[in-house]
């Protein structure tokens, strides 16, 4: 597939020459044994799985904690490479929590003309019970995790912008732990930059969102939906790196106005929630009754001061598939800048010439559900057979408002280690942010997952993927 | 700390030493049945008792055989009390405290948990039986050793003791229920060889043969075994050694909590009248009703000590 558009490999660049940014690798792996990184990447695997860094796979019964592979060849990143996507990042995520404020209050966007008003009116993730309501620190989106593609030298796009409830992150710090683990005197030769300040950066900037109510030591809990959610382990991975609690909805209820979790000594009030828990189960008073994740009352509380959510309900707005392709409008529009980072070419299903075109080139485009995510319930035209397309078609004519479509890329590749040595493969990219009342702060580096099959675009975990240790290269 | 987590440890704890003792029960009950095929059923049927599960078992089999026993005690997920269930219990409830415990103890637990699910993927035949026991004994060692090396001694490890030592003794208990009529005395008048074999295992079931040996060389008799494994304070899977713990880790937490609960108060009166008793007064009383009592304490105790801090909600 593809045969029109040249692939653009990271590692390798024209005429057999090494890119920049992998040069001191390279020195590092010519003088490399080939069965020693075979043994090195087995021994990973068991690394992984004694620790027990696995993710739950819904809907089966055996097998049911699975390792997401981990391939030992690093996606690298220059220093000015990554300087000009912290910059585009950090203007998107700014204008993204004042569009959330914008949006919850005044709507001065939609006054002036910027973005439809069915856009939100319509939207399941607009959140009345939000209207007015003004988070400690105006901070709405804590932790955002920017989804990257790259097409080319110096062609980035953002792919989703994931502004809820982000994972991935215990993955970045754990595959750079394995990486130090196994071969520490690589990164004696190749600078790289730190990540495993994440959890003390993430630890201090929920803590300068505590709520004014907070006297002292802000206390920071996480909340889980437990141990079978597919996200459990970084849960409890970031509790524990972080010294915060590890709560259930079952361990928390309402106390004198805050939010307390029950110890062995009794209640104790919980400053900041980093939830891991979707809005609709947040809090069965407000949203799904049915839910038992949730603490009932969190959303009156919330609402009172006495507890700061993060990420604030409401969040989903933003980074809604419908939302996203006005987001170049929305930097324009609050920051009164251009965006640095290029959305990719999107057409709105819902408008109808844009879905002429989309009947019309269904085998090139990659059809996705306004409101789906993990790569299920989308069209890849290109790898998909005649029947796939035609019963594609049938859903979207029924329900084009549910769908947007984009061009299929053409996703940079970065070699991985395959039984018969290195071989390209498609990746992206999920740098993270935190946002306090203080300041934007991104890690350098993120996750790099891969699609592992041959010539595959789907690079999730939940599909097949995997993962790769992401440096970013000192000045 | 959250009382789910005080819980989750207790419950972790609980559930490594049950497969402990499971796996030593089989080991005693095995070879009984090796040398005296003919009381072979009688002794598998007491075995499924001091574990607890005789109602499930008869659920699924009318015979007790050895390869039915031996695969509902270690394998059988429909038994809550099998080894693969309360390992897989010991896990997902590590799990729910990893934030409470070391890289070492959650590796241990995980490796346990690995190791046992292959070991115990297929039937175990008898030859493979005494192999597969030590293996589960190893890998609950393991975890306790890293429990000990690497853990603070605050309040999460006297919740992680607390657990091991109630199921302890209700273990070391229930072992002299099932066969409370072999040590009574109008049995040891017969002295038959019949009875040695039975006292042995016993001992076995405890790991405490070479130690009763140790101490009363040449002599076993049915008194002395119930007086070991009731009042010896030596002896760690005695049931004074085991409610001297439970006190011990009891008061830390009072000490560090500052707080004195109804627990403690429970606590202190079942291991003053394991102190005060000598043998006689057991027997006298009735061995068989002692040891129903000290059973129904002891899970009463359970329970207070659930409640008192707060496990569930």
Redo the contacts between chains.
Sequence with gaps: MQKSQTIFDEMNGEAGSVRYPYQDYQKWLETEDPARLRRKSAASEAFF????ITFNVYGREEAAERLIPFDIIPRVISAREWSRLERGIEQRVRAINAFLHDIYHRQEIIRAGRIPKELIANNDAFLPQMIGVSPPGNVYTHIVGTDLVRTGEDQFYVLEDNARTPSGVSYMLENRETMLHMFPELFAQVRVRRVSDYPKNLRRSLGDCAPPVCDGKPVIAVLTPG?HNSA?FEH??L??QMGA????G??L?VVDGRIA??????YDPIDVLYRRVDDDFLDPLTFNPQSQLGVAGIMDVYRAGGITIANAPGTGIADDKAIYSYIPEIVEFYTGEKAMLQNVPTWRCAEPDALAYVLENLHELVVKEVHGSGGYGMLVGPAASKREISAFRTKLKAKPGNYIAQPTLALSTVPILTKKGLAPRHVDLRPFVLVSPRNVEITPGGLTRVALKAGSLVVNSSQGGGTKDTWVLEE | MLGKTAGGLFWMFRYLERSENTARLLDAGFRIALTRSTAAENEWASVVATAGVTQAYTEKYDQYVARNVIDFLLRDKSNSSSVMSVIEGARNNARLVRTALTREVWEATNECYITLKDLLSHPISERDLPETLNTIRQQSALVRGALHGTMLRNDIFDFARLGTFLERADNTARILDVKYYVLLPSASFVGSSLDNVQWESILRSVSAQRAYRWLNPGDINPMGIAEFLILDRRLPRSLVFCYAKIVDNLGYLEEDYGLRLDCHDMAIPILNRLKESTINSIFDEGLHEFITAFIRDNMALGSQVQQDYRFIG
Excluded: N
């Design positions: 799985r004694r620790t027990g141990i459990y409890s991975f509790a524990d609690e590890l709560v259930e079952h361990d209820r979790m029950r110890t062995t000594r009794g």
